[in-house]
């Protein structure tokens, strides 16, 4: 396993280059066969979840679309100031997204 210490200007975040250089440095990989691997997997994900399936990595967690329904918020006064309106209610769209949860075991 890569050693994820030391990470460039000290963040504790990832870009997908730094992934890429990572996963690259630890499978011996070039860094072109990483990329190919990890777009194929980004853009497989979201096409998988949008018909209705799930994607579970085993002992790292599964990927879903979630769907929330339409609704009706009620706006205080601070929240009628902020999106300058005199309504007291604001219609919410129904939306879907993609949603992951990790596993028990990550």
Same mark, same amino acid.
């Given at each position: 396993?890569?050693?994820?210490?030391?990470?460039?200007?000290?963040?504790?975040?990832?870009?997908?280059?730094?992934?890429?250089?990572?996963?690259?440095?630890?499978?011996?990989?070039?860094?072109?066969?990483?990329?190919?691997?990890?777009?194929?997997?980004?853009?497989?994900?979201?096409?998988?979840?949008?018909?209705?399936?799930?994607?579970?990595?085993?002992?790292?967690?599964?990927? =879903?679309?979630?769907? %929330?329904? !339409?609704? @009706?918020?009620?706006? *205080? $006064? +601070?929240?009628? =100031?902020?999106?300058? %309106?005199? !309504?007291? @209610?604001?219609?919410? *769209? $129904? +939306?879907?997204?993609?949603?992951?949860?990790?596993?028990?075991?990550?």
């Amino acid at each position: 396993m890569a050693n994820l210490r030391g990470i460039k200007g000290g963040k504790n975040n990832l870009t997908k280059k730094d992934l890429v250089d990572f996963v690259a440095k630890d499978t011996k990989l070039t860094k072109k066969d990483v990329k190919g691997v990890l777009d194929s997997l980004f853009s497989t994900i979201p096409e998988i979840t949008k018909s209705g399936g799930y994607v579970t990595i085993a002992g790292f967690g599964t990927f =879903k679309e979630n769907k %929330t329904k !339409a609704r @009706t918020m009620t706006l *205080t $006064a +601070k929240q009628r =100031k902020m999106f300058n %309106t005199t !309504a007291k @209610t604001k219609k919410i *769209t $129904a +939306k879907k997204h993609l949603s992951f949860s990790s596993s028990k075991t990550y």
